[in-house]
């Protein structure tokens, strides 16, 4: 089993910046991706952005140029660097790994709530 736990979401205005850190514990495989997946009220959850334990990242385009995801590895923890926060970024932000055979294995943290006010 992994365990993730999230923190750095807030309120901020329209804008601003937030910086959320997920960190792993347990029985985290040194081959995975991490990831940053969000969910807003009513709709489906959605990837934010990716990354692999080699470094090759993958963003939605929605947050591309505005988002920076990153990792330390020797920290098992992964970074949502937000910039240019727009009010339709405000969800809940959910950390995620994947790892396994064909990456099949998924763990989730228990989110942590991003609003971006006007």
């Known amino acids: 089993q992994v365990q993730l736990v999230e923190s750095g979401g807030g309120l901020v205005q329209a804008g601003g910046s937030l910086r959320l850190s997920c960190a792993a514990s347990?029985?985290?495989?040194?081959?995975?991706?991490l990831g940053w997946y969000r969910q807003a009220p009513g709709k489906q959850r959605e990837l934010v952005a990716s990354i692999t334990n080699g470094g090759t990242t993958n963003y939605a385009e929605s947050v591309k140029g505005r988002f920076t995801i990153s990792r330390d590895n020797a920290k098992n923890t992964v970074y949502l660097e937000m910039n240019g926060l727009k009010v339709d970024d405000t969800a809940i932000y959910f950390c995620?790994?994947?790892?396994?055979?064909?990456?099949?294995?998924?763990?989730w943290g228990q989110g942590t709530q991003v609003t971006v006010s006007s």
């Open positions: 347990g029985s985290l495989s040194s081959i995975n991706i």
């Open positions: 995620n790994v994947r790892q396994g055979p064909w990456f099949a294995n998924n763990y």
